[in-house]
């Protein structure tokens, strides 16, 4: 693969001095939509990503070339970040040096960048965040800008919140960053604090599988969730000493929910169950009680999908025909409307499993999910370097 990259590098830039790196895509195992809440949630990097390879250039110009979306090499300036709906991708990158430059650092020297990746798109995978955090990964390389894995994360998410102009959290860039072999991070959402918890599969295996429906997080339903959230806390915060909708449980809940509408009752008891799944979820995985785990994640998805309304026909029969195949658990992954379902399955009869699933679900709707089995990995790194 790394033989490969070199040579894409040397087709497109004409030089065989590029440096290759590895950002990979994140799964959220529990605590969905919490993010933006500021509570817990429990994701892991994934081996599938964004490979990009790059070097620095004599001037102020930006090269890039992606395997995915270009037909030609793109180019801007340093100087000259506006977005381009014509080139949308690219936002993703433009909005990453933007986000060193509002931070302060002087970055006056642009790269020539070959991306290619082996993700799904548009499957919650987070590419985006593999894209941005890859970008500001590089320049942290290149510049020795020294930069800790929070702040990263957190001029990814400027990138994602403030140039792309989608209400996400800090999850999926930290996930990325700071992922490990074989371990999920339980990380706090408000403080940043996390603890790394180790996932040990003697006999399961992890599986994502794609309903194949596409959809674009900005204009998804995703921001409209958000809202309601906000509307929430600014409800119950009148009377509730709280900052986030987190710090509610579900008897702070009962007594607010005469002030809140029913959909956004709703909303704030997904996110109040949601986060108890996930700190129940670590418990059961340091005792070594992968079937609990699993059963919390086929929990999740009901909550997902009957008080939070963010999976759709797509998800919900796929996530219900694995689980009727054998899964131990599953539940959709992402921002929903589409994308993938997580499910943890016996290692056992694998193929069998996804025979039934393809066949069900495409007799359901039409067309067949794709699956990936993924083995959970290390964070954004030099490849070069290994």
Same mark, same amino acid.
Request: charge should be negative; include cysteine.
């Given at each position: ?65 992606? !395997? ?41 020297? %642009? ?5 290619? %990746?082996?993700?799904?798109?548009? !499957? ?53 960053? !700071? ?52 509307? !929430? ?35 704030? /008891? ?15 995985? /340091? ?38 195949? %054998? ?35 495409? /007799? /359901? ?22």
């Amino acid at each position: 693969m790394i033989d490969h990259l070199h040579q894409a590098f040397n087709t497109y830039f004409n030089r065989t001095d590029g440096r290759v790196f590895f950002s990979p895509s994140r799964v959220n195992l529990i605590g969905e939509h919490i993010d933006y809440n500021g509570g817990f949630v429990f994701p892991c990097a994934l081996s599938y990503g964004t490979y990009g390879v790059a070097q620095l250039r004599d001037d102020d110009l930006v090269q890039v070339f992606s !395997a995915s979306f270009s037909k030609s090499v793109y180019s801007f300036s340093l100087h000259d970040l506006k977005k381009d709906v014509s080139h949308a991708w690219v936002d993703y990158i433009k909005g990453s040096i933007e986000a060193l430059q509002k931070e302060g650092f002087i970055i006056d020297k %642009g790269i020539d960048l070959y991306i290619e %990746g082996d993700m799904p798109l548009g !499957a919650g995978l987070s590419s985006s965040a593999s894209l941005e955090m890859l970008v500001i990964y590089i320049f942290n390389t290149f510049y020795h800008l020294n930069l800790s894995k929070d702040k990263m994360a957190q001029l990814g998410q400027y990138a994602e919140n403030k140039f792309v102009g989608v209400n996400s959290g800090i999850m999926d860039q930290f996930a990325v960053i !700071a992922g490990k072999k074989d371990h999920a991070i339980l990380l706090n959402t408000d403080t940043l604090a996390y603890e790394l918890i180790p996932i040990n599969l003697q006999h399961e295996k992890l599986i994502i599988a794609n309903t194949n429906k596409r959809r674009g997080l900005a204009e998804s339903k995703y921001n409209e969730r958000f809202r309601e959230c906000q509307e !929430a806390l600014s409800i119950i915060e009148k009377t509730k000493h709280i900052t986030h909708l987190c710090e509610l449980n579900l008897d702070d809940l009962n007594d607010v929910k005469d002030d809140l509408s029913p959909v956004v009752y709703r909303r704030v /008891k997904h996110v109040v169950t949601e986060q108890q799944r996930t700190i129940q979820s670590t418990k059961s995985l /340091k005792q070594g009680d992968i079937t609990h785990f699993a059963k919390l994640m086929t929990s999740s998805h009901e909550s997902l999908r009957d008080d939070y309304e963010v999976t759709g026909i797509e998800l919900d029969t796929l996530q219900e025909e694995l689980i009727k195949a %054998g899964a131990l658990g599953a539940r959709m992954t992402g921002a929903g409307f589409g994308g993938c379902v997580v499910a943890i399955i016996p290692d056992h009869d694998i193929e069998t499993l996804k025979e039934t699933v393809i066949h069900n679900y495409e /007799k /359901k709707i039409g067309y067949k999910p794709t699956f990936y089995e993924v083995k959970i990995t290390d964070g954004t790194q030099e490849l070069n370097a290994l």
